[in-house]
């Protein structure tokens, strides 16, 4: 993972979000729910390991969990909302799933 100065490159890009979205996020089960729950459990334990062509190599769940729920505020902020099916056309990579959990967690759906 790129740190600059400790802090993650993505963390580094963050805008304003407007909409009021969390509670849109965490009311929501499945996956996303678990990713949530692991995430203020066990925190700081790793929840993914990345192959060579992915941008992250290592994460915590604190770490996954905090780019997911940006990520879906952002789909959030574009206009995305829950029912939408949304295009996800990528590699298979840890950009993916993230992609994916942060649809998931605003209970759009991803059609790859």
Known sequence: MSRVSGTPRW?????????????QITERGGI????????E?????????????CRH????????????????AGLLELGCQSGDHVGLIAENSDLWL???????????VDVP
């Open 11 to 23: 963390a580094l890009r963050r805008t304003t979000i407007t909409t009021d979205y969390q509670s």
């Open 32 to 39: 996303p729910g678990r990713l949530r729950r692991a995430a």
């Open 41 to 53: 459990s066990r925190g700081s334990d790793l929840a993914l390991v990345g192959n060579r062509s």
């Open 57 to 72: 190599e290592r994460l915590t769940y604190d770490e996954l969990w905090s780019i997911v729920d940006q990520f879906a």
């Open 98 to 108: 993230i992609s994916d959990l942060a649809l998931l967690s605003i209970g759009a």
